[in-house]
C-alpha cells in the first residue's frame, strides 16, 4: 500500500484516523500497530513476518542491554544484537549479490557456481532494521529506556507513516512520544497541510518527471544525443528529489495527525554548494545516523586527514550498499565519499574561496553524474550514458530531446527547478518579519492565510484527478 493510492487515502487512513479519536488513549498504540502491520501485509503478505521477527529480536536484545547495563556482557550483547540484525537484511538484499559474484570467480578455480534462486526482498527492509539497530544503541547509551512490553518497541519499528521510506528516527526521538503524546488542533492541521504538499510533490512533479526519465534511460547509448541525455538526468534529478522528499513531507504530515514529531529529511538540498553541504539537506536521517553511529565511531575527522578519508570513504561505501545490492550502488556511495573527503583538503579551501555560481555548479555536477549511476540498471549502462552526456555518442536523429518536451514536461521542469529553491520559507519570513514591524495588518494576515487555503485545495484536487486518472507512480526509494 503506498500513500498515493486511492485505497490508502480514502479508505485505509479515514478509517485509521477515525478510530483513532475514537479509542481511549490507553488503547492508541495497539490500534496504530495493528493498523501499521495490516498496512506492511497489505503488499508484503506473509513477508510481514520478518518485520515480526525483527521486532521479537530487538525488543529480547533490549530486555537483555537494560538488565546488563554496562560493562563486557552489554557491549557483547550490542554486538550480537546488530549482527543478527544485519545478518537478517544480507540474508534478503544482498544473498544473490554476493552469489552472483561469487560465480563469477568460481569457474577460474574449476568449481560448480552456486545455486540460489532470487531472493524476495521486503519492502523497507534497510529503513525498518536501521530503526531497529537504533533502539539497541540508543538503549545501550542509556540515551532512551528499553521497554519491557512489546507493543511500544513493536510500534516505534513498525509503525506505518514511516515504515517503508523513513524518515529514519532513531529510538531516542520519540521514546517519550511512544508513551505519551498529545494531538493538538494546530498539529492536525499542519499534519494535513505537510501531507497534502507531500502528495503535490509526487503525484504533479515526480511522477510526470519520472516517465520522461524512464524512457531516456530505457533507450540503448548509441541512441543518446547529449541532450537528450541531459534532459533525461534533468528529469530524474528533479524527480528523485520530489519523490522521496513528497513522500518525507507525507510521513512526516502523517505522523502530526496521530500526535508523533519525526524529524525533518530534506532542506533544499540542490542549492548546495559543495558535496559536503548536499548532504547535510540531503536525506538527513540517513546521514545523520551514519554520522551518528558509524562515522563518529570510527574516529570522525579527529584522527588526521588520511585517517578521515578512510573513514568517510567507508561510510559511503556502506550508504551506497544500504541503498541497494549493485556496483552501481558501491560506486555512488564511492563517488560521494570522495568529493568528500576531497573538499576536506585543499580543494575544499579552493573550492570555498571560488565564485559561489561556480560553487553550485560543481556541486550540482557531482550529484547529477553520481545520479546516473544511481539510476542505471548496470555498470555498462551508466558507463555509456556518462558518454552520451559528454558528447561522445551521436545519438540517433529521430530521438530529438524536443520530442520529449510537451507542456507538461516543461512545466514540471519549471515547477521543479523553483520547488527546490527555498521560496516558501523565505516568503514565510518576509510575513513574519513585517508582523514584528507592525505592518502586517489582519486584512493581510486574512488574504495570506486564504491564498495558502486555496493553493492547498487546489494542490489535493489536482493530486486526486491524477489518482483517478491511474497516472504513473511508483515510489523510488520502496526498493530499498
Known amino acids: 500500500m503506498v500513500f498515493s493510492s486511492p485505497v490508502f487515502l ?22 496504530l500497530l495493528a493498523a501499521s502491520l495490516l498496512f ?21 536484545a533490549g530486555v537483555a542491554l537494560d538488565r546488563r547495563r ?15 540484525n544485519l545478518a537478517l537484511l544480507g540474508a534478503f538484499k544482498y544473498a544473490n549479490f554476493l552469489v552472483d559474484n561469487l560465480n563469477a570467480a568460481l569457474p577460474a578455480l574449476g568449481l560448480a557456481p552456486v545455486q540460489l534462486d532470487p531472493v524476495h526482498l521486503p519492502v523497507g527492509i534497510s529503513f525498518f532494521t536501521f530503526q531497529a539497530m537504533s533502539y539497541l544503541v540508543d538503549v545501550y547509551r542509556a540515551e532512551a529506556p528499553a521497554r519491557h512490553g512489546p507493543l511500544q518497541v513493536a510500534l516505534y519499528i513498525a509503525l506505518f507513516p514511516q515504515l517503508i521510506a523513513g524518515p529514519i528516527v532513531r529510538y531516542h526521538q520519540v521514546a517519550r512520544q511512544i508513551v ?15 501531507f497534502t504538499i507531500g502528495l503535490g510533490k509526487k503525484m504533479l512533479v515526480a511522477n510526470p518527471l519520472g516517465a520522461v526519465a524512464d524512457q531516456v534511460f530505457a533507450l540503448p547509448a548509441a541512441d543518446l544525443s547529449a541532450p537528450l541525455a541531459w534532459l533525461g538526468i534533468a528529469c530524474y534529478t528533479l524527480q528523485i528529489y520530489f519523490d522521496f522528499s513528497g513522500y518525507s513531507d507525507m510521513a512526516i504530515g502523517l505522523g502530526r495527525l496521530f500526535g508523533f514529531h519525526f ?26 545516523w551514519f554520522r551518528d553511529y558509524l562515522y563518529l565511531p570510527l574516529g570522525g575527522n579527529r584522527l588526521g586527514g588520511v585517517r578521515t578519508g578512510v573513514n568517510l570513504l567507508t561510510v559511503f561505501l556502506l550508504c551506497g550498499l544500504w541503498h541497494g545490492a549493485s556496483w552501481n550502488f558501491v560506486i555512488w556511495g564511492l563517488l560521494h565519499g570522495a568529493f568528500l573527503a576531497l573538499e576536506r583538503g585543499p580543494w575544499g579551501r579552493l573550492l570555498d574561496a571560488a565564485w559561489a555560481p561556480l560553487r553550485h555548479a560543481y556541486a550540482l555536477l557531482v550529484v547529477m553524474v553520481a545520479w546516473v549511476f544511481f539510476r ?3 555498470l555498462p549502462d551508466a558507463l555509456g550514458y556518462l558518454a552520451a552526456m559528454a558528447g561522445l555518442s551521436a545519438g ?53 492565510s486564504g491564498t495558502a487555503a486555496l493553493a492547498l485545495c487546489l494542490l489535493l484536487a489536482a493530486s486526486a484527478m491524477g489518482l483517478a486518472a491511474g497516472t504513473y507512480n511508483p515510489f523510488i526509494y520502496f526498493r530499498f
Open 40 to 60: 506492511y501485509a497489505w503488499g508484503e503478505g506473509l513477508f510481514v513476518a520478518v518485520m515480526l521477527v525483527s521486532i521479537a529480536l530487538n525488543h529480547l
Open 70 to 84: 554496562g560493562g563486557a556482557a552489554a557491549r557483547l550483547i550490542l554486538g550480537l544484537g546488530v549482527a543478527a
Open 263 to 288: 524529524p525533518e529529511n530534506f532542506n533544499y538540498p540542490y542549492i548546495s554548494r559543495s558535496v559536503r553541504e548536499f548532504w547535510r539537506r540531503w536525506h538527513m536521517s540517513l546521514s545523520g
Open 376 to 378: 542505471a540498471e548496470t
Open 10 to 31: 480514502f479508505l485505509f487512513l479515514p478509517l485509521v484516523l477515525a478510530l483513532h479519536v475514537a479509542m481511549p488513549k490507553g488503547g492508541r498504540n495497539a490500534l
Open 396 to 448: 540517433d536523429p529521430a530521438r530529438s530531446a524536443a520530442l520529449y518536451l510537451d507542456n507538461e514536461v516543461l512545466l514540471c521542469l519549471a515547477v521543479g527547478a523553483a520547488g527546490s529553491l527555498p521560496l516558501i520559507p523565505r516568503l514565510a519570513d518576509w510575513r513574519d518579519r513585517r508582523r514584528d514591524r507592525g505592518a502586517w495588518g489582519t486584512t493581510a494576515e486574512l488574504a495570506f
Open 180 to 194: 505519551e503524546r498529545l494531538v493538538t488542533f494546530d498539529d492536525f492541521a499542519h499534519g494535513v497541510q505537510r
